[in-house]
């Protein structure tokens, strides 16, 4: 059978809307001028996406995300998981600190999260597994840029439009300084930069071949971190590391990104 490049191109302009409505494009002329396409096409793929429930078209005419989606998300969770020990782990940290712990993966200059155990301070955190934040502004983010690549390289993920907070890293040299102190240290911190009023604490996770491929963290009100609380998380981080890491089977990360 023959290639039909037309058909791929419209295929992935299609899917290149999901993308934009996800973003934040919800307005017909929002997702005409995101995706660059003209007013008409648009207003056909959107139809055409509309009628398989990949988006939903509200009473003011604007589209959102649609429930196939949410169906298509769970079939794929219940086929694309973590070892149920993960979940238990970041659970029993959760029990120690009282603090919400996560895990996630670098995903271009994101970290996705995997895995999340609620804390136990009455505070919910906006994190959830399948979220994604600015790399630059976690400490997982910076852990997984300081281990995984040199600094040429890890100070491409910055850009000053994704500075969240004003305790946020301001300019490149900041960051390269901050991945610096964090291999030198082994461990990575998110002062406020990414939600204000709460600290991260990260180290990164080798996976059973010594590869590093994922991060976990620990976050609490900052009222809570003070640098001698900070330290006694990094130390109970490194010691349930080799528990993780024998969780993590080479390259698991690919079934993510």
Known sequence: MEANPAGARTLERGLSLLDHVAAGAHRLEDITQ???????ATHRMLTTLVAGRYLSQQPDHSYHLGIKLLELGTKAEAKISL???????????AKTTQDTTHL????????????????HRGIEMASRPGARLRAQNT?????????????????????????ATPRSIQDVDA?????????????????QENELGITCV??????????VAAAVSISAPSVHMTPERIQSLVALLQDVQPELSRCLPP???????
């Open 34 to 40: 995101a995706s660059g396409l003209s007013r008409s």
């Open 83 to 93: 070892p149920d020990t993960v979940q238990t782990i970041l659970a029993g940290i």
């Open 104 to 119: 996630g993966i670098l995903s271009g200059d994101d970290v996705l999260y995997l895995a999340k155990a609620r804390g």
């Open 139 to 163: 400490a997982m983010g910076k852990a997984l840029l300081a281990a995984q690549y040199g600094n040429d390289e890890a100070v491409r993920a910055f850009d000053t439009a994704a500075i």
């Open 175 to 191: 960051f390269r300084a901050v991945l610096d102190r964090a291999r030198a240290d082994g461990y990575a911190l998110d002062d």
């Open 202 to 211: 990260a180290i990164a996770i080798p996976d059973l071949l010594g590869r």
């Open 251 to 257: 390259g698991f990360e690919r079934a993510w990104i």
